[in-house]
């Protein structure tokens, strides 16, 4: 049974557009690299890259290497959404939007998207890497993030959540409730499961 949703991700590939920003962490750089290869050389020209990681790299210098009109190298995601924001906001008609690596970086870099008004065809997604979610606790609405287990303690309230496949696109996170509402301490074994 497939939850309706559960987002779906395709590889990346090209969108006629003017003007093309690309977003990835982690794996998600290799992403980029992989669909460089279908690409002709001057179509990052008109690119502009944010890249997260904690510092540079070997991937971090292979997306340099492309030569894209600009270039961002951000230490995370929260510091790199102001800088996705402010681009979306400065973009002309014809922008692309491609986002790959973690489920949290799609979901909140999808948000912010969504929020400037960005046509969902206008935007393309790769997960690759880990399967960390972000979880939104029903209970408390507090966000947990990088959440690896299941069940998962709510990083609020601390309730003991079971971590659903429904994902709420308007929050980019999936929904924990908790596991055992009428006995609170009987919490199954903790078993690493998005890892």
Not at 4 to 26: I, K, M, T
Not at 45 to 61: K, L, M, Q
Not at 113 to 130: F, K, P, V, Y
């Amino acid at each position: 049974m497939t939850i309706p949703s559960r987002p779906v991700y395709e590889n990346l590939h090209a969108l006629a557009g003017s003007s093309h920003l690309l977003v990835a962490d982690g794996a998600g750089g290799q992403a980029i690299l992989d669909f460089a290869r279908q690409l002709p050389a001057d179509w990052f020209a008109a690119a502009h890259i944010i890249y997260v990681a904690r510092s540079e790299n070997a991937t971090s210098h292979a997306l340099q290497a492309l030569r894209p009109r600009q270039w961002h190298l951000a230490p995370s995601i929260p510091s790199a959404l102001p800088r996705l924001s402010k681009v979306l906001e400065d973009a002309h008609m014809g922008l692309r939007l491609y986002l790959a690596g973690t489920e949290g970086l799609i979901g909140e870099a999808m948000q912010v998207a969504l929020d400037a008004g960005i046509d969902h065809t206008a935007i393309c997604t790769e997960q690759r890497g880990s399967l960390v979610r972000r979880m939104q606790c029903v209970h408390c609405k507090g966000i947990s993030e990088n959440v690896t287990t299941q069940p998962s303690q709510c990083a609020h309230c601390g309730l003991w959540l079971l971590v659903r496949d429904h994902y709420s696109r308007r929050l980019g996170a999936f929904q924990g409730v908790c596991i055992h509402a009428e006995e609170p301490t009987n919490i199954p074994p903790v078993v690493e499961t998005f890892v």
